[in-house]
């Protein structure tokens, strides 16, 4: 009765693929249950050919030649191994660090980075191996799906996309069973549930488990990177980043390529258990979730660049930009990578970091990292000016009451004029 009286079916976005449309199949492949599971049943279900992609965005201790391997066993027509380091680092990582990108003031978005990157190269992919359909291992409650759709509609209006994880309605345990008969082995057994990772060059988070009860405080086990603070060196130490132009260059004085000065900032940072970030974080899709996030690359280099870029601003950038580095995030973290709006915002960004040029040391200390020293030939600093001492010269002391009285002359009004009112 029902179905008669439903209208017949229509797609919810024009994007998604009908059963008839797919024949070959570009699949965003990690090796993980999930995708492993889906490589599988696309060829099963759809009776297509799958071509697996996987990207390397650093994701620390993967083996990529197992990944490929697995995809092959699983029935892939081809599979490929990406290494995307370094475009993430120079054309995903550096702006957000242009940007100081934090969204809800602790996350520093390495996931909502990747996703547009990962997403591009698959339509770089489908195209080179003439698929019609992208299909990813996106739940239906995450901003992952938004930003990986949304991008493979941008650039690649003539593919079509399958969220098959969205709507097989499998749980973990029938994923299990499928797995198992269908000769797939589970990374890691099926003992217990892992943990829900994401991780790249920039950071990693972990959810699910008890991470899902807000008065659950953090078990160690989910620190699989920072070393927990407790447990970091008692002696501090004092690591110095170079930057140019807003792009972190060297550290301690030695000049490195981007991945590898990433790379070692995020060792230097785990040692001293630097940005364990305990997050509830507002999703795009309107869910409140909780992430634990470690992000010791991002620590260290946000912070010192957030500190250079405060040393080189006026007082009226420096307010104005916060702002705007703010709706950044916002952007990137909602899954539009692509809008103009956000190459807008990073014409103004690289406007401001032309100046962002200099030296911030900061002392690692059991899980935090604080700025000690900073150096800049643009610094708007003098410290003749800022000394207690008279300076005479370009700041008169005697100006300052004249420059008070004007100052606050609208404020001192109102205050009148309000409390005379009250009488
Ligand atoms: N909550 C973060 C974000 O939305 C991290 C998501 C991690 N993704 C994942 N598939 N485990 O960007």
């Not at 799958?50 to 066993?73: F, H, S």
């Not at 981007?258 to 940072?269: F, H, Y």
């Not at 915002?345 to 100046?355: E, G, I, P, R, S």
């Not at 003098?382 to 100052?407: K, R």
């Amino acid at each position: 009765m029902a179905e008669q009286t439903r209208t017949p079916h229509t797609r919810t976005a024009s994007y998604l693929a009908e059963r008839g449309e797919v024949a070959r199949v570009l699949l965003l492949y990690s090796g993980g249950l999930d995708t492993s599971v889906m490589l599988k049943w696309i060829q099963d279900e759809y009776e297509a050919e799958v071509v697996a992609l996987t990207i390397n965005l650093g994701q620390p201790g993967e083996d990529y030649d197992v990944v490929r391997g697995k995809a092959l066993a699983l029935g892939a027509v081809a599979a490929e191994v990406v290494d995307a380091r370094e475009e993430f680092a120079r054309d995903f990582i550096v702006p957000a660090i242009k940007a100081n990108a934090i969204y809800g003031l602790a996350y520093p978005l390495f996931t909502a980075l990747g996703r547009p990157l990962i997403a591009k190269m698959a339509v770089d992919y489908a195209r080179r191996h003439g698929c019609d359909t992208v299909a990813h291992g996106c739940t239906g409650k995450g901003n992952d799906q938004v930003r990986i759709e949304a991008t493979v509609a941008t650039l690649g209006p003539e593919l079509k996309v399958i969220a098959p994880v969205r709507g097989w309605q499998m749980g973990r345990e029938e994923e299990i069973a499928y797995a198992r008969q269908h000769g797939i082995p589970i990374k890691g057994g099926a003992e217990h549930t892992p943990y829900s990772i994401d991780d790249n060059l920039w950071g990693r988070s972990s959810e699910g488990r008890w991470i899902e009860q807000l008065d659950h405080a953090p078990e160690d086990d989910v620190f699989q990177l920072v070393t927990r603070p407790e447990e970091a060196p008692d002696e501090p130490q004092v690591v110095t980043v170079g930057f140019e132009r807003g792009v972190p260059v060297a550290l301690d004085g030695e000049r490195l390529e981007l991945v590898e000065l990433l790379e070692r900032a995020g060792e230097i940072g785990c040692r001293h258990g630097v940005g364990i970030v305990d997050h509830i974080e507002d999703r795009i899709v309107g869910l409140k979730v909780r992430d634990i996030y470690e992000v010791p690359a991002a620590a260290i280099i946000l912070t010192a660049h957030a500190e250079l870029e405060r040393l080189v601003g006026t007082i009226h950038q420096n307010q104005f930009k916060s702002d705007l580095d703010r709706k950044w995030a916002y952007l990137v973290y909602a899954g539009l990578w692509w809008e103009p709006l956000r190459s807008d915002l990073d014409a103004y960004m690289d406007a401001v970091n032309a100046q962002v040029t200099g030296e911030v040391a900061l002392k690692l200390y059991k899980g935090s990292a604080r700025a000690v020293r900073r150096s800049s030939p643009n610094a708007i600093y003098d410290p003749a000016l800022a000394t207690f001492a008279e300076s005479g010269g370009l700041f008169s002391q005697q100006a300052s009451p004249g420059f008070i009285e004007l100052w606050s002359l609208q404020s001192r009004m109102a205050w009148r004029v309000r409390h005379e009112e009250e009488g």
